[in-house]
């Protein structure tokens, strides 16, 4: 009996995390009430508040349940560029293809990165929301820049900056692009040519072994 009801208290608690995400998606999360999440959920305010003291405990819960997995692969792929690639800027290009494929494939994620990035202003109670994020992107550029510090040791890396410096634009480089993509619902000639910027971003970076 106890399995059973920790069973159904997740599944209600997933039910209201999905409502959510349908809310804000159509009215973005500052306009969106815990009203209009019970609704959307067919549940009572108590059975969300019994679940979520507040709307920054939903986004959070629906950021980590699309982001952590994510954030896990691309750390991953990156920590496996920075200890021991042999070609530590192809992983680099196949952690940013990669993340995009994810977008492609997953509407749960697509919808999350819509909601993070233009459906949320991060003011008052979402400081919070805010501040993790730029805690992940900092771990994210950090690796990114060991893959190029490895790369600079392989000889495969272009001596016109640094591997902080590359670190930085290829993050400022993808997270425009990620702006760019979710804008772009339509899925325009520029969503589709996302794959060959990053091919093309990398590929700048590459030492010219002919020069």
């Given at each position: 009996?106890?399995?059973?009801?920790?069973?159904?208290?997740?599944?209600?608690?997933?039910?209201?995390i999905?409502?959510?995400?349908?809310?804000?998606?159509?009215?973005g999360?500052s306009r969106t009430?815990?009203e209009q999440?019970?609704a959307?959920?067919?549940?009572?305010?108590?059975?969300?508040?019994?679940?979520?003291?507040?709307?920054?405990e939903?986004?959070?819960?629906?950021?980590?349940?699309?982001?952590?997995?994510?954030?896990?692969?691309?750390?991953?792929?990156?920590?496996?560029?920075?200890?021991?690639?042999?070609?530590?800027?192809l992983?680099?290009?196949?952690?940013?293809?990669?993340t995009?494929?994810?977008?492609?494939?997953?509407?749960e994620?697509?919808?999350?990165?819509?909601?993070m990035?233009?459906k949320?202003e991060?003011?008052?109670?979402?400081?919070?929301?805010?501040?993790?994020i730029a805690?992940?992107?900092?771990?994210?550029?950090?690796?990114?820049?060991?893959?190029?510090?490895?790369?600079?040791?392989?000889?495969?890396?272009d001596?016109?900056?640094?591997?902080?410096?590359?670190?930085?634009?290829?993050?400022?480089?993808?997270?425009?692009?990620?702006?760019?993509?979710i804008?772009d619902?339509?899925?325009?000639?520029?969503?589709?040519?996302t794959?060959?910027?990053?091919?093309?971003?990398?590929?700048l970076?590459?030492?010219?072994?002919?020069?």
């Open positions: 009996m106890v399995r059973k009801t920790k069973e159904d208290a997740a599944i209600t608690r997933q039910r209201i999905d409502a959510a995400r349908e809310v804000f998606l159509v009215r999360v009430s815990m999440i019970a959307q959920a067919g549940l009572t305010r108590g059975a969300i508040y019994w679940h979520f003291d507040s709307k920054t939903i986004l959070l819960a629906l950021r980590e349940r699309v982001f952590l997995p994510l954030i896990d692969r691309m750390d991953d792929t990156l920590l496996k560029a920075a200890e021991g690639a042999e070609d530590p800027l992983n680099i290009e196949r952690f940013l293809t990669e995009i494929q994810v977008l492609n494939d997953s509407s994620t697509r919808q999350t990165y819509e909601i990035m233009i949320c991060y003011v008052d109670e979402f400081a919070e929301v805010l501040q993790q805690n992940n992107c900092s771990n994210i550029s950090r690796n990114i820049e060991r893959a190029y510090q490895r790369a600079q040791e392989l000889d495969l890396l001596t016109s900056c640094t591997p902080e410096e590359y670190a930085m634009d290829t993050y400022l480089f993808f997270s425009g692009l990620l702006h760019m993509w804008k619902p339509e899925g325009s000639e520029r969503r589709q040519q794959t060959d910027f990053i091919r093309m971003h990398v590929k970076r590459r030492k010219n072994k002919n020069a």
